[in-house]
């Protein structure tokens, strides 16, 4: 996943847009994944790192 590329480089309050693929999904909604996430449209789902 690209997220992995890049997480160890976003700080508290960066934003995610992204396709609403059931692997981003569950890693997003995960509890204590350190995101808060929510659909944006149809098919985009908008994130913030939270810690």
């Known amino acids: 996943m690209t997220l992995d590329l890049l997480e160890d480089r976003l700080k508290p ?11 981003y999904l569950s890693r997003m909604r995960q509890p204590g994944s350190g995101y808060m996430s929510t659909a944006f449209a149809e098919d985009v789902e908008l994130s913030m790192r939270i810690d």
């Open 13 to 23: 309050g960066a934003i995610i847009v992204a396709d609403d693929s059931p692997d």
